[in-house]
């Protein structure tokens, strides 16, 4: 049987706990985004300069044409690349099915702006941010990276590389400028919840990817 306190208090209780739910994830929020104020940039001539600079799949079309973000992550990275900050590009997305290439269509269109392809890696098992920012440190060698992504993905994606071990600065390219409100709107709302995942993992469970497989370093 319950206590009489909790009987006579349960409504107060519970309006304590629905918004102790509904704060918490915001406060987890505003966390990751004001510890990485500091390492993230909007502009690529203002990015210190690195060696590597990571980019972060986002889907391809059946005929491996990169959906908008994600041509807007690889023209970023090849401007970095263009203007000396960066000398190497990885590149790190999903190759789990034999007719959906995400990496190699992402190398394509870099190599198609000017990129050399010797001086870009793939990362085929990319799956996830936190498997990318793992496999990264551990199979790429790269313990310091600029990462190239959507300003609405970057402080997740800075605070998981920087966690795992990849002292890391972001590149972060236009969202609410150059898509509608209902995508923006969706992804942002995604992240969220995306980060409270990022949380977990990398502070409490630190899972392993789906594939380790053998060191290759970047030369």
């Not at 990571?54 to 807007?72: E, K, Q, R």
């Not at 590149?91 to 870099?110: F, P, W």
Request: charge should be positive.
């Amino acid at each position: 049987m319950l206590p009489k306190w909790f009987l006579s208090h349960y409504r107060l209780i519970f309006r304590l706990l629905l918004l102790t739910a509904t704060i918490s994830p915001l406060g987890l929020n505003y966390y990751v985004n004001a510890i990485t104020s500091n390492r993230r940039y909007t502009q690529p001539e203002k990015i210190p300069a690195g060696r590597v600079a990571i980019v972060f799949g986002a889907g391809i079309y059946p005929d491996g044409t990169l959906s908008p973000m994600l041509s807007d992550r690889v023209s970023a990275a090849v401007e970095l690349y263009k203007l000396g900050r960066v000398q190497k590009l990885l590149m790190t997305g999903d190759n789990s099915r034999d007719d959906y290439n995400e990496v190699q269509a992402m190398q394509n269109y870099a190599v198609e702006r000017g990129v050399p392809a010797q001086d870009i890696t793939l990362d085929y098992a990319g799956f996830s941010t936190y498997e990318s920012c793992y496999r990264a440190k551990d199979i790429f060698g790269i313990k310091q990276a600029v990462l190239v992504t959507q300003k609405f993905h970057l402080p997740r994606a800075v605070y998981t590389c920087d966690r795992l071990g990849v002292k890391a600065i972001g590149l972060g390219t236009p969202d609410w400028e150059s898509y509608s409100f209902q995508t923006v709107m969706y992804s942002t709302l995604r992240e969220e919840l995306s980060t409270l995942k990022a949380l977990w993992e990398v502070n409490i469970t630190r899972p392993q990817p789906t594939f380790l497989g053998s060191y290759q370093g970047i030369k």
